[in-house]
T-cell receptor, first 110, second 116 residues
Framework: GQNIDQPTEMTATEGAIVQINCTYQ??????LFWYQQHAGEAPTFLSY????GLEEKGRFSSFLSRSKGYSYLLLKELQMKDSASYLC???????????FGAGTRLTVKP | NAGVTQTPKFQVLKTGQSMTLQCAQD?????MSWYRQDPGMGLRLIHY???????DQGEVPNGYNVSRSTTEDFPLRLLSAAPSQTSVYFC???????????????FGEGSWLTVV
């Protein structure tokens, strides 16, 4: 089977830093994605890692360790608008076989 | 700049009724897929297509049919709706190019379906 695990909920304070972890056990690996999803909206692409290491994009960074089956999404200088669900997804095969975690609902408080 | 367009946005069905969720993309993407999203379960792949005339099953295909007669369109049919199919449905597309941008999935806005 395919397992992608991430915490269900997290809370953080405006201006702080938060790290959302994702562990995966899948039959194949062709890249790991992070998506942001606000309530009632479609997911939007945040980052893509296929090699080990850190990818930085502004306030958002994503890290991957393939040997450990582990990734994290780091959000810096949190803003109220960052309150959303964050979805970890693994591309299992080089076709359309994407598997998603259940998502982590982040609440940013003043 | 339409991207991925799916309709309807909201639908209420009675058990046993059939319906089709429409999906169209204008980015000339080869890959299209349908997901359902349920609380606590994340997005689950229903069916996908790697090109016109080619479809395949995902994680949860039972109760759904798809076809891909053109590159642009990928409709999802519920043959005989059941309450277990109450969910939010997302259509998605991406390019088959194996690149950073090619791996980006573009989602439609979602269809909220309730089966009573």
């Amino acid at each position: 089977g395919q397992n992608i695990d991430q915490p269900t909920e997290m809370t953080a304070t405006e201006g702080a830093i938060v790290q959302i972890n994702c562990t995966y056990q899948t039959s194949g690996f062709n890249g790991l994605f992070w998506y942001q999803q606000h309530a009632g909206e479609a997911p939007t692409f945040l980052s893509y890692n296929v090699l080990d290491g850190l990818e930085e994009k502004g306030r958002f960074s994503s890290f991957l360790s393939r040997s450990k089956g582990y990734s994290y999404l780091l959000l810096k200088e949190l803003q109220m608008k960052d309150s959303a669900s964050y979805l970890c997804a693994v591309k299992v095969a080089n076709n359309n076989d994407m598997r998603f975690g259940a998502g982590t609902r982040l609440t940013v408080k003043p | 700049n339409a991207g991925v367009t799916q309709t309807p946005k909201f639908q209420v069905l009675k058990t046993g009724q059939s319906m089709t969720l429409q999906c169209a993309q204008d980015m000339n993407h080869e890959y299209m897929s349908w997901y359902r999203q349920d609380p606590g379960m994340g997005l689950r792949l229903i069916h996908y297509s790697v090109g016109a005339g080619i479809t395949d099953q995902g994680e949860v295909p039972n109760g759904y049919n798809v076809s891909r007669s053109t590159t642009e369109d990928f409709p999802l049919r519920l043959l005989s709706a059941a309450p277990s199919q109450t969910s939010v449905y997302f259509c998605a597309s991406r390019s088959k190019r194996d690149s950073y941008s090619g791996n980006t999935i573009y989602f439609g806005e979602g269809s909220w379906l309730t089966v009573v």
